[in-house]
C-alpha cells in the first residue's frame, strides 16, 4: 500500500486527535486505575501469604516457648528439691540437726554446735516423749552453745545469687547483723 501525501495527513490528524490533552488525560487515568487495581491485589495477596506464614510460624514458636517453660519448670522443681535435700549430702556446711529450712530469703540458718550441746541431739522437748537417756540429769545441767550462725544459700548447676541474695551475703560479711528480744504482753 502505498502511501500518499493525503492519507499521512489524515492518520496524522487521527492520532493527534486521539491523543489531544483530553485522551491524553483519559489515557493516563487509565494507566493509573489499572496501576493502582494491580498494586492493591499484589499487597491483598502479599498480606494473606504474610498471615498464613505467621500462623505456621506462631505455632512453631509457641511450641517451643512451651518447650522452654517447661524445661524451665523442671529445673525450679528440681533446685527447689534439692534445696530441701541439702543438709543429708555429705559436703553441706553444718550439721543436719543443726540446720533450719526458711526458703525466702536463704534457704537455711544453721546454729553450728546447738545440738552438740544438748547431749547428742537429746533436747528437753524429747525428754517428754521419748524414754530418757541414762542420766536426764546431764540435759538439765548442760547449758546450749553455738559455735557461729550460717547463713545457707543452695544453688544448682550455674544459678546465680538473686539481687536479695547479694544484699542479705553483703550485710552478713560487713557484720551489720544483731539480736533483737521482741515480748508481746
Given at each position: 500500500?502505498?502511501m500518499?501525501k493525503?492519507?499521512f495527513?489524515?492518520?496524522l ?15 493516563f ?5 489499572a ?21 505456621n ?7 517451643d ?12 522443681i ?14 553441706f ?6 540446720a533450719?529450712f ?19 541431739g537429746?533436747?528437753e ?6 524414754p530418757?537417756?541414762e ?8 547449758k ?6 550460717l ?9 546465680q ?6 544484699a ?10 544483731r ?7
Amino acid at each position: 500500500m502505498i502511501m500518499n501525501k493525503e492519507s499521512f495527513f489524515m492518520a496524522l490528524e487521527y492520532f493527534q486527535n486521539a491523543f489531544s490533552s483530553k485522551g491524553l488525560i483519559i489515557f493516563f487515568c487509565l494507566l493509573c486505575a489499572a496501576m493502582f487495581i494491580v498494586l492493591v491485589l499484589v499487597f491483598l495477596t502479599g498480606k494473606k501469604i504474610g498471615i498464613l506464614l505467621s500462623r505456621n510460624n506462631l505455632s512453631k514458636i509457641l511450641k517451643d516457648e512451651r518447650s522452654d517453660a517447661v524445661k524451665r519448670s523442671r529445673s525450679v522443681i528440681g533446685g527447689q528439691v534439692f534445696e530441701q535435700l541439702a543438709p543429708l549430702f555429705p559436703d553441706f556446711p553444718a550439721d543436719y540437726a543443726d540446720a533450719r529450712f526458711i526458703g525466702k530469703p536463704v534457704d537455711f540458718i544453721a546454729f553450728c554446735g546447738l545440738e552438740e550441746s544438748s547431749t547428742e541431739g537429746w533436747s528437753e522437748i524429747n525428754a517428754e516423749t521419748v524414754p530418757a537417756p541414762e542420766s536426764t540429769a546431764s540435759v538439765k545441767q548442760n547449758k546450749c552453745h553455738v559455735n557461729e550462725i550460717l547463713f545457707i544459700e543452695v544453688k544448682t548447676e550455674k544459678s546465680q545469687l538473686s539481687e536479695r541474695e547479694k544484699a542479705i551475703k553483703e550485710a552478713v560479711q560487713s557484720k551489720r547483723v544483731r539480736w533483737v528480744e521482741y515480748r508481746i504482753e
